[in-house]
């Protein structure tokens, strides 16, 4: 039991460190094209929230692919960095599928 709660610990511990990673990369994203015009804070809330977000999808995609712990961190800041652009295409992506599966079984 103590080695199922150490476990759970550790797991928690990392991804809070992965949410973190992500957040860091959306500040970056945020500061780097955000060229004047006055601050807005909620903009740069909803840009860390979608950090946040897409570097947490990242992560549960990279451990599921059994990755390296500092590979999923790298792979959460780059998702985090480019989080919704990321959701944008996936979206896109994920449509046209839809669409061509739903095409092809109309026929």
Do not use: C, N
Request: glycine content about 12%; cysteine-free; aromatic content about 10%.
């Amino acid at each position: 039991m103590k080695g199922a709660a150490l476990h759970m610990e550790e797991e928690t511990k990392t991804f809070f460190e992965i949410i973190s990673i992500a957040v860091m990369g959306g500040f970056v994203d945020y500061i780097r094209h955000k060229r004047g015009g006055a601050f807005q804070p909620l903009e740069l809330v909803l840009s860390l929230i979608v950090a946040a977000f897409a570097g947490m999808e990242a992560h549960f995609i990279a451990s599921w692919l059994e990755l390296g712990v500092q590979l999923q961190f790298a792979i959460a800041g780059i998702a985090g960095y480019g989080g919704g652009v990321i959701l944008d295409i996936g979206l896109a992506v994920l449509k046209k599928m839809i669409e061509a599966r739903t095409s092809t079984q109309k026929k």
